[in-house]
């Protein structure tokens, strides 16, 4: 057995790390509309994931918790709480997923490490849905699918650049 708190992984705290998702579904962020002369949006999707230690793999796939037919769905919070019991997953490490960008000269983003996601096309309801077709679209991973918690959004932001012109 690691000398290493069992919930305490990697200098990451998954006790911590339950109750900051939990904190963020419940304050979420207000969301800031774009000043008149900045049409344009953009959207990021911060994805974490808890990886099994050896010594704690799950014995069976994990599913996610099925509610019987007629019954309320399960709050985020609920969620939250059914994923961080589970003993794989108190043992286990914290990743966060990021991407590098292609390398094409002329492009301001070329080779920069980032969350993925992107601009919002007009196709999107919502920040939310440019992120998860983005991140679809850059590593082809559904986060509007059942094994995917959506715990809500970090404070926007709104980002102007002259990108070294000045007026």
Known sequence: MSSRDATSCGGINIEHLHQVLSDLTSNPNPHVPNPPDVPKRASV??????????????????????????????????????????DWIRQGDPE?????????QGDRWTSHVAFPGGK????DEDDV??????????VG????????????????RVVTTSWGTRP
């Open 45 to 86: 999707a911060l994805i974490l994931r808890i990886h099994p230690r050896y010594g704690h793999w799950p014995d069976h796939p994990v599913e996610p918790q099925r509610l019987p037919s007629g019954t309320q769905p399960l709050s985020t919070t609920d969620h939250l709480d059914h994923f961080f019991q589970q």
């Open 96 to 104: 966060i997923l990021f991407i590098k960008r292609a390398a094409r």
């Open 120 to 123: 919002r096309d007009p196709v």
């Open 129 to 138: 849905a440019a992120a998860v077709r983005e991140t679809w679209e850059e």
């Open 141 to 156: 991973l559904d986060l509007a699918g059942e094994h995917a918690i959506y715990v809500g959004n970090l404070a926007e």
